[in-house]
């Protein structure tokens, strides 16, 4: 009775012992971040709760080494081929749990020997994934799944840029920040990759823990403003992807979220475009005739993404994405080129161009009912980009009559489409400052001037009468200032309010 009772006490480990069995307590992954003043973050082996849990991972205890205890605390363990076989899974464990220590690289003299015996340790782990010649048992798969959580999903260590400094300057020409870890982390995100990958992987088991809380915190990491991690993430999210077919719905969920936090609450995101490259190789893939709920995606989430002012850090992959849309069913151009008009830049010049340049695109895959069905909305817009004084908005604009399959649809709805640009291709003949956007209208009047000169006259004449009525009205305008100029100066020697009766502001407009 003595002994049990004894036996449910706790013990209080050697140091030796704790290094046998890397003790510590439970706390979520999240919180095994880099420690500071050079201390190392130890971890023990997983305990029995499922993988569910936010607790799930084993809490880190900072272990200060200095000097020659370090040594005692963080060694090299065998290689592979130093075991028999019959122990290389175990030891393969014991490696896992080794480089589940974090180190703090914000000073690089600190515990350097240690910090090569985990690099060391992870090269041989990645070896071992790849020359893998047996399905991964589920234990492995625990222990490797909490090792990767460990050093992957950690706070950032690179403060982010405040909203007022990013105002201040291009993102695209500032240097992107480095994560310090990335000796350890390129090697951790290589083991990763290799484990998804794997034929000895089999996904009905590794989705107990590559679950949809590891899939999360994955996406949470396209944050990052090191381009070296967010490459690694896509790679290895199209492979998580392509393998778990169970999570396919969840992570579309997940990245029409942070588009949608991105889009309506922050404009701030370092992964946007990672994210879309993605998405195009997904919706490349999808079954036709395409599904509801795809085609809400495109509306609700990539057409707003041309309302971020930062569109140019991401426009290309986004452009190719609606491309990938017009391909699966064509139908979809006049919602396509209708939300473009809708986001249409006012002031923004550069991000007018680009709009401009998607547009085309657009247009090459678009057929006629579409076309008709958004030319007067579209047609409108483009006579005011056409009539810009910045001379590459007007310019690009004019461009569209280069394509052959936007001049043919031009063409066949020129009746409706000439009256609507007709005033704007007046008066950039007449009046635009730039020399080559002045030669490209020629060229476009004088097609339409080829092609239909009846309609061409019609619209000349009524345009005529418009400039002389404006003309008219600009005229009155004047008489009337001039005549309320008159009648203050009559006054002028006197302090006395001039005050003009509405009949005589009527009799001078009529005269």
């Excluded at 012992?17 to 003790?23: N, R």
């Excluded at 695209?172 to 794997?198: C, G, K, N």
């Excluded at 609450?265 to 990672?274: M, R, Y």
């Excluded at 309609?455 to 009205?473: S, T, V």
Aim: hydrophobic share 40%.
């Amino acid at each position: 009775m003595i002994k049990q009772i004894l036996g449910r006490l706790p013990r209080k480990h050697s140091k030796s012992t704790e290094h046998h069995d890397s003790g510590g307590t439970s706390a979520p992954a999240t919180s095994s971040t880099s420690n500071k003043s050079g201390n190392l973050s130890n971890v023990s082996p997983p305990s029995t709760m499922g993988l569910n849990d936010v607790n799930r991972y084993p809490e880190v205890e900072n272990l200060n080494l200095n000097g020659s205890s370090s040594v005692s605390q963080y060694e090299a363990l065998p290689g592979f081929r130093d075991v028999p076989s019959a122990e290389k899974q175990n030891l393969f464990v014991k490696k896992l749990n080794l480089c589940c220590v974090v180190f703090d690289f914000t000073d690089p003299t600190k515990n350097v020997k240690e910090k090569e015996i985990k690099r060391q340790t992870l090269l041989e782990l990645v070896d071992y994934v790849t020359s893998a010649n047996g399905k991964f048992t589920l234990v492995v798969m625990q222990e490797l799944t909490k090792m990767l959580s460990v050093n992957l999903f950690r706070t950032a260590t690179c403060q982010p840029r405040e909203s007022k400094v990013l105002e201040a300057f291009d993102v695209e020409d500032d240097e992107p920040m480095m994560d310090p870890a990335w000796t350890h982390l390129q090697i951790v995100y290589e083991l990763l990759l290799r484990f998804v990958a794997s034929p000895e992987t089999d996904a009905k088991l590794a989705k107990r823990y590559i679950d949809h809380s590891f899939v999360l915190r994955l996406l949470d990491l396209f944050d990052s403003e090191d381009p070296r991690e967010r490459e690694y993430l896509k790679t290895i999210l199209h492979r998580v992807y392509g393998k778990f077919m169970v999570h396919r719905p969840y992570v579309r969920k997940a990245i029409n979220n942070i588009f949608y936090r991105f889009i309506f609450e922050t404009e701030k995101h370092s992964g946007i475009a990672e994210l879309l490259e993605i998405l195009g190789s997904i919706i490349n893939g999808f079954a036709l005739p395409l599904k509801e709920e795809h085609k809400l995606f495109l509306v609700r989430a990539l057409i707003p993404l041309h309302k971020p002012k930062c569109i140019a850090m991401y426009h290309q992959q986004l452009s190719y994405c609606i491309t990938q849309f017009l391909e699966k069913d064509c139908k979809l151009a006049d919602t396509v080129i209708r939300g473009l008009v809708k986001y249409w830049p006012i002031t923004n010049s550069s991000k007018e161009v680009l709009f401009l340049g998607e547009l085309e695109e657009v247009l090459e895959a678009t057929q006629l009912p579409e076309f008709q069905r958004c030319m007067v909305p579209l047609f409108r817009q483009l006579a005011r980009s056409m009539s810009s004084s910045h001379f590459q908005v007007a310019e690009r604009t004019l461009f569209l009559w280069n394509n052959d399959h936007i001049e043919t649809l031009i063409k066949q709805n020129r009746g409706v489409i000439l009256p609507i640009i007709f005033p704007a291709l007046e008066r950039n003949a007449k009046n635009h400052w730039n020399q080559s956007v002045q030669n490209l209208t020629l060229n476009v009047r004088k097609l339409f001037s080829d092609l239909d000169p009846e309609l061409f006259e019609e619209c000349l004449i009524k345009f005529q009468e418009e400039e002389a009525g404006e003309n008219e009205i600009k005229a009155r305008r004047e008489a009337i200032w001039k005549r309320l100029d008159e009648i203050a100066a009559s006054k002028a020697t006197s302090y006395e309010p001039v005050l003009v009766h509405r009949s005589m502001i009527s009799r001078t407009s009529s005269s």
